[in-house]
Structures are given as structure tokens and as C-alpha cells.
T-cell receptor, first 116, second 115 residues
């Protein structure tokens, strides 16, 4: 079975500081990994995804993530955050759910709060 | 712009009174999903349609039903809402081509309040 662990439920940082949001997954097969962002009272927006190829993935809004197979991690990073980055961030992994079906399994989310 | 639209954005219903949430998409995607997201929790998949094929999650209560009359529309019906069904309901779509998995595009959600 696959699962996703986001180690920090809340991460407070100051504006212009770097940030890393941690995500670990458990799986014995190849995986597709995603990071989504959710602003208050809105749906989820895809930040970036890893399907194959280069382990360093660049996404929107200056975010990037590195797929580390040996550590089964997919941490999200940004070198300098803005107030507008305040949101909930979800890590997700594609899960094979039988037959020809797949579904996303989400971590519990990390609330990033950027303070002035 | 192609998008996923959910109506209404906010829905208030009474305990036990049936309610229907609507989702439409202009992306022409063949897969549509419904998620339930309770406060400060991750989205939880309820079910999805792959074209006309309905796929229910094993732990989705019978109180939740879905209809997909055509490619563009999908409805979530809650037959007898309980207080525990108050949540944000998210619709998502994706284009599935064979075994290739593509990312899901989410709508803005409908926040359901049960009085």
C-alpha cells in the first residue's frame, strides 16, 4: 500500500526566507508524485509533478521539488517566500486502486504561514 | 479559459433534506472525481467516473450518489445529509489515455453547511 506523510502540519516563516515543506511516501513500485496548493475557500491548484526523468522538478510560483528515491522523499522548496504564498500545501501520490483505476492519495497537508 | 466549475459555491441545507451539488467542465476530460474535504483535513475521494463507468470507493457511504449525464456534467447527490456531512466538496477532472495518468484539475469547491 502507498501512503503519504507530511511531517509538519504547520510551518511559519518570515517573508523572503527560504522554506522547505517535507513529504515522504511509502511505496515499492514506481510512483507519480504531486504537490498541490490550496488557498482559503478555494480548490486545489497543481504546483508541480514528478512522473519520470529529472529528479529536480520546477513548478509554478517559484517552487521546486526533488524526488529522492533512496529516501522516498519529495520535499517542496522555495528560496524566498512571499506573503501571498500563505496557503495549505498537499503532497499526493498516485495510487493504483485495482483494475484500470488510479487515484490520488493525499497527505494531511502543511499550512504555510508567511509573516511580514 | 477551459475550467472546472462548481455550483453553488456555498450551499446550506437542513438535516435530512436531500441536496445536489453540480460540477461542469470545459476541458473535455473523460474522468471526473468527487472529493470530500473536512476542515483541516486532506481531500478524500468519494467516487469517480471514467467516461460512463462509475467507480465507488469502498468506504463511501450509501448516502452519497453521483450522476454523469454527459461528458461535461457530474452531480453529487446527498440523499439525507447529516451534521457530519458538512464539508467542502471538490470536483476534479483528468484526461486518461490508456495507462497514462495525467494530473487532476480541481474546481473551486462547494462548501456545504448542514443545519
Amino acid at each position: 500500500a502507498q501512503s503519504v506523510t507530511q511531517l509538519d502540519s504547520q510551518v511559519p516563516v518570515f517573508e523572503e526566507a527560504p522554506v522547505e515543506l517535507r513529504c515522504n511516501y511509502s511505496s515499492s513500485v514506481s510512483v507519480y508524485l504531486f504537490w498541490y496548493v490550496q488557498y482559503p475557500n478555494q480548490g486545489l491548484q497543481l504546483l508541480l509533478k514528478y512522473l519520470s526523468g529529472s529528479t529536480l522538478v520546477k513548478g509554478i510560483n517559484g517552487f521546486e521539488a526533488e524526488f529522492n528515491k533512496s529516501q522516498t522523499s519529495f520535499h517542496l522548496r522555495k528560496p524566498s517566500v512571499h506573503i501571498s504564498d500563505t496557503a495549505e500545501y498537499f503532497c499526493a501520490v498516485k495510487l493504483y486502486s485495482g483494475g484500470s483505476n488510479y487515484k490520488l492519495t493525499f497527505g494531511k497537508g502543511t499550512l504555510l504561514t508567511v509573516n511580514p | 479559459d477551459a475550467m472546472v466549475i462548481q455550483n453553488p459555491r456555498y450551499q446550506v441545507t437542513q438535516f435530512g433534506k436531500p441536496v445536489t451539488l453540480s460540477c461542469s467542465q470545459t476541458l473535455n476530460h473523460n474522468v471526473m472525481y468527487w472529493y470530500q474535504q473536512k476542515s483541516s483535513q486532506a481531500p478524500k475521494l468519494l467516487f469517480h467516473y471514467y467516461d460512463k463507468d462509475f467507480n465507488n470507493e469502498a468506504d463511501t457511504p450509501d448516502n452519497f450518489q453521483s450522476r454523469r449525464p454527459n461528458t461535461s456534467f457530474c452531480f453529487l447527490d446527498i440523499r439525507s445529509p447529516g451534521l457530519g456531512d458538512a464539508a467542502m466538496y471538490l470536483c476534479a477532472t483528468s484526461k486518461r489515455t490508456g495507462a497514462l495518468y495525467n494530473e487532476q484539475f480541481f474546481g473551486p469547491g462547494t462548501r456545504l453547511t448542514v443545519l
